[in-house]
């Protein structure tokens, strides 16, 4: 399974797209956005997925 972005709560802030270990998370468009074949929800590698734990917005990375 992989994390998606809400695109209505994101700040653009780009946290997490340098905190992603597997690049996953790209800005596209407007907004930033997550490759579900990239993502493996940070497994094995941290407790928590770590584009969920910078963001400055509660509930923004949600699994997909």
């Known amino acids: ?3 998606k972005i809400i695109k209505s709560q994101c700040t653009v802030c780009g946290a997490c797209e340098f905190e992603c270990p ?3 998370v790209k800005f596209k468009g ?3 956005i997550i490759d ?5 929800e940070c497994k094995d590698q941290f407790p ?3 584009c ?3 963001c400055p917005v509660p ?3 949600v699994p997909a």
């Open 1 to 3: 399974m992989a994390l």
């Open 22 to 24: 597997n690049a996953a």
């Open 30 to 32: 407007e907004t930033y």
């Open 36 to 40: 579900a074949a990239l993502c493996t």
């Open 48 to 50: 928590k997925p770590q």
């Open 52 to 54: 969920a734990a910078v």
């Open 59 to 61: 509930n923004t990375c």
